[in-house]
């Protein structure tokens, strides 16, 4: 089948988004959600949630505080990754019941649901990895760290050094974005944000005054500032790298592109070329494992997370020579924030802070790419917040056998700038 040059495609075509990879049986299973799963997940992680808030600020050795407190940092990721899930109603049955579950469960880390909504479905989702839109770890150039003054590159050192998890969620997204409407982003919209903002400010504020009032019972020798630092500053200082590391390693990668032109920048070039598979070193935790299978999230987000593992299976199957996969490590987590510094948006490379490359120069070989009509479906995939219907094949197209529909994925994608 001949390609199709980009400036020839037919206005409004969809062309290379990776929405066929599934069958409409397998996308509607995938798709599916359990009230009983999630309900109990929440249930369980809420549970582990308290009780590691207690430890942390029992009448225990502050040694054994500490981890509980650690503990307490982690259930406030596995409860933001549920708040995840059910922001794109993708966690429960029903719009409105994971719109609550969203508000629940982002009360710990202090989440604004409808500014999130904001940043991540309607930001980073729509505009992955193309810079000037998707602001999520993106990577300055050469021009712009030469640019900048030199506090703003002493502070791009610290962001992109092994530290730089310890402070970049805190300043470059909750504080700024995701309590308070002030944003430039924000504001045309401050009326609706308002209410969910409120609600993280009296009962997530009740909350952390909750911990002070239970260490304050608990341990009534204790300076209140202490308890503080062991029941609240400590576990959120937890979240925020775990949130900051996670989002780091799903999006920067010598093998995983950026971009900053429009005309060249691709539904499927964000989602499948600039995203990452990363295998986590221990079996625990499945939530954040499900996380890591980030694929098949950005091509689906109404995949819930306990169904990821056999999407993302399926996606690998038939996009698997573009699928950046690696095991996480302490190498090659070094490998990652050595070699990930700027990035060269003209060729595609990683380099150091004096422009130098650091990796191989990235080739985009999927780019302009035809899919095949048979494998086109009527209603393009969409970045979206709920559940989407399965695709429906061409009328009359033939079907073609399943490995080479995996074979023919692999030869072919291609997009079209975002929607203005």
Excluded at 128 to 148: C, H, I, Q, R
Excluded at 160 to 180: C, D, H, M, N, Q
Excluded at 324 to 335: K, Q
Excluded at 347 to 372: C, M, Y
Aim: hydrophobic share 40%; net charge positive.
């Amino acid at each position: 089948m001949a390609v199709v040059p980009k400036s020839e495609k037919p206005q409004g075509a969809k062309l290379g988004r990776p929405s066929d990879w599934l069958t409409a049986d397998e996308r509607a299973d995938v798709t599916e959600k359990s009230l009983g799963r999630g309900l109990w997940l929440l249930g369980i992680h809420y549970f582990l949630y308290f009780a590691t808030m207690a430890g942390a600020v029992a009448p225990l050795p502050v040694a054994v505080n500490i981890a509980f407190g650690i503990a307490n940092g982690a259930l406030i990721g596995l409860l933001f990754l549920i708040g995840h899930d059910s922001g794109h109603s993708a966690f429960v049955p029903g719009r409105t019941m994971n719109r609550w579950i969203t508000r629940l469960v982002f009360l710990p880390c202090l989440h604004s649901r409808s500014q999130w909504d904001v940043v991540h479905n309607r930001t980073h989702h729509r505009y992955t990895n193309l810079k000037g839109f998707d602001y999520v770890w993106a990577p300055m150039s050469k021009e712009e760290y030469d640019a900048a003054s030199l506090p703003r590159r002493l502070l791009e050192r610290v962001y992109r050094s092994a530290a730089g998890p310890l402070i970049y969620y805190w300043i470059e997204f909750w504080i700024p974005k995701l309590i308070v409407p002030v944003t430039r982003q924000m504001r045309p919209e401050w009326k609706r944000h308002l209410p969910d903002s409120l609600f993280v400010i009296l009962v997530g504020g009740g909350l952390v005054a909750f911990i002070g009032l239970l260490g304050s019972s608990l341990s009534p020798d204790r300076p209140l500032w202490l308890t503080m630092l062991l029941g609240w500053f400590i576990p959120f200082a937890v979240w925020n790298y775990l949130m900051a590391a996670s989002i780091y390693l799903q999006h920067n990668h010598p093998k995983v592109p950026w971009f900053k032109d429009r005309d060249e920048w691709s539904f499927y070039g964000g989602n499948i070329r600039g995203t990452a598979h990363v295998d986590l070193p221990f079996s625990f935790l499945p939530l954040f494992k499900w996380v890591m299978l980030h694929h098949a999230h950005h091509a689906l987000p109404s995949v819930p997370g306990y169904k990821l593992t056999e999407a993302q299976a399926k996606l690998i199957e038939a996009y698997g020579d573009d699928v950046v996969r690696y095991r996480l490590g302490f190498r090659e987590y070094r490998n990652v924030y050595s070699k990930c510094k700027l990035f060269d948006y003209e060729r595609k490379q990683w380099t150091d802070f004096n422009g130098n490359p650091t990796a191989e120069a990235i080739s985009l070989d999927t780019h302009g790419r035809e899919v095949p009509a048979s494998f086109r479906p009527s209603v393009p995939l969409q970045p979206s917040t709920g559940p989407r219907a399965a695709p429906r094949r061409v009328p009359g197209a033939v079907r073609t056998p399943r490995r080479d529909a995996a074979s023919a994925r692999r030869r072919a994608s291609g997009g079209e700038p975002p929607a203005e």
